[in-house]
Each structure stands twice: as C-alpha cells, then as structure tokens.
C-alpha cells in the first residue's frame, strides 16, 4: 500500500513557474512507476508526465514538452513536477499516481493508488 500526498499547487500569473511535490509513504518507493495526472475542469483527467523506477526513462503530453519536468528522490520518496512558462490551459487539479510496475506508463488504468489532488490556476 503507498499513500501519495501532492503539494505545491497555488494560484499564478501566465509564464510565472510552479513545482509540484508528491511525498509518498512505504519503504518501497523506489519500486514504482510515478506520473502526473491532471483534470482540468469540466473535463476528464489526462496524463501529464511519467517517469520509470530510477528516474532514466520519462514521457510527456505533448502540450507540455520543454515547459515541465518530471524527477523523483528516491532517498526522499518524492516525485516532482517542475513547470516553467504556465499557462491559463494548464490549470486543473493536478495528481500523482504510483504504479506497482517499474516502467513509465501514460494511461490512468495504469495506475494502482492516486494522491487527493492539489489546484493549478493561471491567471492570464
């Protein structure tokens, strides 16, 4: 079992920057595949980025390639999401999400336990 606690979320102007944490519990950490979830309103969640066991294989949306970036601290239990030059379209509820598989995978059905969420709002 891993319980996933994200923080970070805030509200921002246009091209201002963020970093999202996700601290997660359990001596096992370092065996799961992470990713980042959002839910923009009125809409459905969509994958944002993953990122493999070690941190050496990762994979974005498209729309957010060169903007974000996603690390993790093993030693820590803590996944990242560093997001440069925001946007009004990237606001949402953002999630994390653990895995019990090592690889980086994009589909929510891919993943076993989930975090409660933290707000993104960018004001243009």
């Not at 979830?37 to 969509?46: A, W, Y």
């Not at 974005?60 to 974000?68: A, E, I, W």
């Not at 019990?100 to 929510?108: E, F, I, L, N």
């Amino acid at each position: 079992q891993v319980q996933l606690v994200e923080s970070g979320g805030g509200l921002v102007q246009a091209g201002d920057s963020l970093t999202l944490s996700c601290a997660a519990s359990g001596r096992t950490f370092s065996m799961y595949g992470m990713g980042w979830f959002r839910q923009p309103p009125g809409k459905e969640r969509e994958f944002v980025a993953a990122i493999n066991w070690s941190g050496t294989d990762t994979d974005y949306l498209d729309s957010v390639k060169g903007r974000f970036t996603i690390s993790r601290d093993n030693a820590k239990n803590t996944m990242y999401l560093q997001m440069n030059s925001l946007k009004p379209e990237d606001t949402a509820v953002y999630y994390c999400a653990a895995r019990r598989g090592t690889a980086a995978r994009t589909a929510t059905y891919q993943y076993d336990y989930w975090g409660q969420g933290t707000q993104v709002t960018v004001s243009s």
